[in-house]
């Protein structure tokens, strides 16, 4: 059966999603506004999010596309999507039972901050720390109308508390984050290094009176000590490229989590250290890597050496990884704001204090460190919601050759503060040397809520309630505007492909099925679909009762991903 004739037999349960889910209309724009755009995944549109305020902090309303000029590698653009600051948005509204929806406006609407707290890359006494200036944000600042969300970063991303705009609920949840010890064992049963231990700093040797020994027993322990401080860095080196990887994995996650929900995104990143820099080549040198280069280098340690090469070595390590990561952020519109959950400390790293300031420079956010009010930067992010205006431009250079673009905005006004990201990275993710679909697809799966790059809503029908008998029904509306289109003979060609499993009770997979379409609908279908959605039906096996079904729908041709979590139930 072809999906046309699907759609056409499927038409009396589209008008019944639709009458239960209902569709919300757009809101109405002002005369100063340009559309804000609804298809970006294959038209290579840069967002840019700027942030427009006073000297003292304070935000400059009623600006206008024309009050703003963009350049990119020093090349004027022209604005072509232009969004004003958003006020704080209403609660989401609830859907009916058995019906699921990772769309907008059942996520989050208006400006949107996530909470990143960080024991993967923070000493133990430090996140006790900043969970207690956290608590204070939430009792003593958080305001009505303003939503967010509280992840973890430990072995990898956890969610505390999905969008809320109840400080109770945040209260509570943050309540229940438990510093961590560690985070992970190395192999081979070696000792586990400390979260963020001093990767660039050499170990110390113990300070032993070798002179009072023989000599020959002396050049034995000195090579015992040389050989012990090349381990302890090695093992350190080890700890670190984990840290980063897990630190990428979860970047990535919330990438998709955060990417299809519309406007700028923050992330507030509690953390004792950052394991890389968003532009590996422009990172700050170490004071490790500049010891290295100095004419002295011949009578330091082995260990110091170690440390030295190995902080030069890092910087590029990751580096395809990190700007793929950063494109990624980009295109989701995340600002990052970190927060150092170190406070006020004399013996603070200014390497790690400069790299949290790099990673807001190059993403438009704010950095806060070496204060004891840790909580005020958090307030700081909140406050540039209310500032930030969205200008969309289509790049005059259309070839995406992976490189970096820098970017440069001014406001054609006195006495006004600017804030944007520095650039971006002209990556087409789908086209990146050994990219795998079915990658993006089990990764978005396993995220710990919804990703929302592809929106959808599903409804759940019970095996017992279901016409094929023993099977679970899965009804899929797809929003259009989330997908790519291709002309084709004939009409618009859709690519997509549809996922389900179904994970027992104890985490084993119990069930999977997937089905894909691959077809061009004439003109009429194709406006049909864009209006009211791509709707189509699956069943899986059942499952016990309070198994959990993992839902996907991805693009073909970008590759992105939406994703919904349900429950199943009699």
């Given at each position: 059966?072809?999906?046309?004739?699907?759609?056409?037999?499927?038409?009396?349960?589209?008008?019944?999603?639709?009458?239960?889910?209902?569709?919300?209309?757009?809101?109405?724009?002002?005369?100063?506004?340009?559309?804000?755009?609804?298809?970006?995944?294959?038209?290579?549109?840069?967002?840019?999010?700027?942030?427009?305020?006073?000297?003292?902090?304070?935000?400059?309303?009623?600006?206008?596309?024309?009050?703003?000029?963009?350049?990119?590698?020093?090349?004027?653009?022209?604005?072509?999507?232009?969004?004003?600051?958003?006020?704080?948005?209403?609660?989401?509204?609830?859907?009916?039972?058995?019906?699921?929806?990772?769309?907008?406006?059942?996520?989050?609407?208006?400006?949107?901050?996530?909470?990143?707290?960080?024991?993967?890359?923070?000493?133990?006494?430090?996140?006790?720390?900043?969970?207690?200036?956290?608590?204070?944000?939430?009792?003593?600042?958080?305001?009505?109308?303003?939503?967010?969300?509280?992840?973890?970063?430990?072995?990898?991303?956890?969610?505390?508390?999905?969008?809320?705009?109840?400080?109770?609920?945040?209260?509570?949840?943050?309540?229940?984050?438990?510093?961590?010890?560690?985070?992970?064992?190395?192999?081979?049963?070696?000792?586990?290094?400390?979260?963020?231990?001093?990767?660039?700093?050499?170990?110390?040797?113990?300070?032993?009176?070798?002179?009072?020994?023989?000599?020959?027993?002396?050049?034995?322990?000195?090579?015992?000590?040389?050989?012990?401080?090349?381990?302890?860095?090695?093992?350190?080196?080890?700890?670190?490229?984990?840290?980063?990887?897990?630190?990428?994995?979860?970047?990535?996650?919330?990438?998709?989590?955060?990417?299809?929900?519309?406007?700028?995104?923050?992330?507030?990143?509690?953390?004792?250290?950052?394991?890389?820099?968003?532009?590996?080549?422009?990172?700050?040198?170490?004071?490790?890597?500049?010891?290295?280069?100095?004419?002295?280098?011949?009578?330091?340690?082995?260990?110091?050496?170690?440390?030295?090469?190995?902080?030069?070595?890092?910087?590029?390590?990751?580096?395809?990884?990190?700007?793929?990561?950063?494109?990624?952020?980009s295109s989701a519109q995340v600002a990052i704001y970190p927060v150092d959950a170190r406070g006020l400390s004399i013996s603070t790293s200014t390497d790690a204090q400069e790299q949290m300031r790099e990673m807001a420079r190059d993403t438009g956010g704010r950095a806060y460190?070496?204060?004891?009010?840790?909580?005020?930067?958090?307030?700081?992010?909140?406050?540039?919601?209310?500032?930030?205006?969205?200008?969309?431009?289509?790049?005059?250079?259309?070839?995406?050759?992976?490189?970096?673009?820098?970017?440069?905005?001014?406001?054609?006004?006195?006495?006004?503060?600017?804030?944007?990201?520095?650039?971006?990275?002209?990556?087409?993710?789908?086209?990146?040397?050994?990219?795998?679909?079915?990658?993006?697809?089990?990764?978005?799966?396993?995220?710990?809520?919804?990703?929302?790059?592809?929106?959808?809503?599903?409804?759940?029908?019970?095996?017992?309630?279901?016409?094929?008998?023993?099977?679970?029904?899965?009804?899929?509306?797809?929003?259009?505007?989330?997908?790519?289109?291709?002309?084709?003979?004939?009409?618009?060609?859709?690519?997509?492909?549809?996922?389900?499993?179904?994970?027992?009770?104890?985490?084993?997979?119990?069930?999977?099925?997937?089905?894909?379409?691959?077809?061009?609908?004439?003109?009429?279908?194709?406006?049909?679909?864009?209006?009211?959605?791509?709707?189509?039906?699956?069943?899986?096996?059942?499952?016990?009762?309070?198994?959990?079904?993992?839902?996907?729908?991805?693009?073909?041709?970008?590759?992105?991903?939406?994703?919904?979590?349900?429950?199943?139930?009699?």
């Amino acid at each position: 059966m072809t999906m046309h004739r699907e759609w056409l037999q499927r038409g009396a349960q589209i008008a019944a999603m639709i009458a239960v889910l209902g569709w919300v209309p757009a809101r109405s724009q002002s005369q100063n506004e340009l559309p804000a755009p609804t298809i970006r995944v294959s038209t290579h549109l840069v967002l840019l999010d700027v942030v427009v305020s006073d000297k003292q902090g304070k935000p400059i309303t009623g600006l206008k596309p024309e009050d703003f000029v963009v350049e990119e590698n020093g090349k004027a653009q022209k604005i072509s999507n232009f969004t004003t600051p958003v006020e704080n948005a209403s609660a989401p509204p609830s859907l009916p039972p058995g019906i699921y929806s990772n769309r907008a406006q059942y996520r989050a609407s208006g400006p949107i901050t996530v909470m990143l707290l960080d024991s993967l890359n923070t000493e133990f006494k430090d996140q006790a720390y900043a969970k207690l200036q956290m608590l204070k944000f939430v009792q003593q600042n958080f305001k009505p109308g303003q939503r967010m969300a509280v992840f973890t970063l430990t072995g990898g991303l956890n969610v505390l508390q999905d969008f809320t705009s109840d400080p109770q609920v945040l209260y509570t949840a943050l309540q229940r984050f438990r510093p961590l010890q560690q985070n992970y064992t190395p192999p081979n049963g070696a000792p586990p290094s400390g979260p963020a231990g001093p990767i660039d700093s050499a170990v110390t040797p113990p300070n032993d009176n070798l002179s009072t020994l023989p000599p020959a027993v002396a050049a034995q322990i000195s090579v015992l000590q040389s050989a012990l401080q090349s381990f302890e860095e090695a093992e350190s080196a080890y700890a670190r490229d984990q840290r980063a990887t897990l630190t990428l994995t979860a970047l990535n996650s919330l990438s998709r989590i955060l990417g299809g929900l519309p406007g700028r995104k923050s992330i507030i990143w509690v953390t004792g250290d950052l394991p890389f820099s968003l532009i590996p080549e422009n990172r700050t040198v170490t004071d490790a890597e500049l010891a290295e280069d100095l004419p002295s280098m011949n009578t330091r340690r082995v260990g110091e050496h170690a440390a030295g090469n190995y902080a030069a070595t890092f910087r590029t390590l990751h580096a395809e990884d990190i700007r793929e990561t950063a494109s990624r952020l980009s295109s989701a519109q995340v600002a990052i704001y970190p927060v150092d959950a170190r406070g006020l400390s004399i013996s603070t790293s200014t390497d790690a204090q400069e790299q949290m300031r790099e990673m807001a420079r190059d993403t438009g956010g704010r950095a806060y460190v070496n204060q004891n009010e840790i909580k005020i930067g958090v307030e700081r992010a909140f406050q540039d919601e209310a500032a930030t205006y969205t200008l969309g431009y289509y790049p005059d250079n259309k070839k995406y050759d992976g490189k970096y673009r820098s970017i440069k905005v001014k406001v054609k006004r006195d006495g006004v503060d600017v804030q944007a990201r520095n650039g971006y990275y002209a990556i087409d993710p789908s086209q990146v040397k050994g990219y795998n679909p079915e990658t993006e697809v089990t990764s978005a799966l396993h995220d710990v809520v919804p990703a929302t790059l592809v929106g959808f809503t599903a409804r759940v029908v019970p095996a017992s309630a279901n016409s094929a008998k023993g099977k679970i029904g899965l009804d899929y509306l797809v929003d259009a505007s989330t997908l790519s289109s291709e002309d084709a003979s004939g009409g618009k060609r859709l690519s997509v492909i549809f996922y389900a499993t179904a994970f027992a009770p104890d985490g084993r997979v119990a069930a999977n099925v997937s089905k894909k379409v691959d077809q061009t609908f004439d003109a009429q279908t194709f406006q049909t679909i864009m209006q009211k959605g791509m709707l189509l039906h699956m069943d899986i096996d059942a499952v016990p009762v309070n198994s959990r079904l993992h839902l996907a729908v991805q693009d073909n041709k970008t590759g992105l991903v939406g994703t919904i979590n349900a429950p199943v139930t009699q």
